[in-house]
Structure formats: C-alpha cells, structure tokens
Nanobody, 122 residues
Framework: QVQLVESGGGLVQAGGSLRLSCAASGSTSRINAMGWYRQRPGEQRELVADINSDFIPKYAPSVKGRFTISRQRGWTTLTLQMNNVNSGDAAVYYC????????????????WGQGTQVTVSS
C-alpha cells in the first residue's frame, strides 16, 4: 500500500503563489507516476499535472506556464508550485500515485491523498 499526505493548501490572493506538497510512504517502490488533481464544488475531479519516472512533466492547458510539478527520487515527495493563481484555481487538490508508467485523463489512480483546500481571494 501507498500512503499519501498533502500539505500546503490555504488562502492565496489572486496573482499570488502557493506551494503544495505530498509526502508518500509505504510501498513507494511500486510507484511509476504521480499527479495532482483538483476538484471544484459540483465538478468532476480533473488532472492538473503529472510526472513520470523519467521526471517528464505534463500539464493541463489551464495551468501550463503557471504551475510546476516536481518530485524527489524515490517518490518520497511530490510538489506543485502554483504561480499567478486565479479564481479558477480554487479547489481541493489531491495527490495521486499509480503503478502504471503514465497518468492520462482516463487513469483511475489506486492511491490518493486526503486533499488540501486552495482558496483564492480577489
């Protein structure tokens, strides 16, 4: 099993920055890719960014150029640097991990964190 714990959420002003972290523990050797998802009230959870074992990141068009995903070797820590935040970024952000080689829009990760709330003030 893999345990994921997010931290770093909170209140941020529009145009500001926030850094989310995800600590992974347990059978992290099973992980081959990790990602950040977010869910706004009344909406489906969406993939924001992911990164694979070759450290290659991918981003949703809505965050590309503003968010940066990174990870440490061994999959112990995943981070999401959020810059130039706007109201559309307000959501609960979830860290997820998979054993497959990549995360796609149709992937259903088996491992999830509990989520961390990001609130954006104008």
């Amino acid at each position: 099993q893999v345990q994921l714990v997010e931290s770093g959420g909170g209140l941020v002003q529009a145009g500001g920055s926030l850094r989310l972290s995800c600590a992974a523990s347990g059978s992290t050797s099973r992980i081959n890719a990790m990602g950040w998802y977010r869910q706004r009230p009344g909406e489906q959870r969406e993939l924001v960014a992911d990164i694979n074992s070759d450290f290659i990141p991918k981003y949703a068009p809505s965050v590309k150029g503003r968010f940066t995903i990174s990870r440490q070797r061994g999959w112990t820590t995943l981070t999401l640097q959020m810059n130039n935040v706007n109201s559309g970024d307000a959501a609960v952000y979830y860290c997820a991990a998979v054993r497959s080689l990549a995360i796609t829009d149709t992937t259903m990760p088996p491992y999830w964190g509990q989520g961390t709330q990001v609130t954006v003030s104008s």
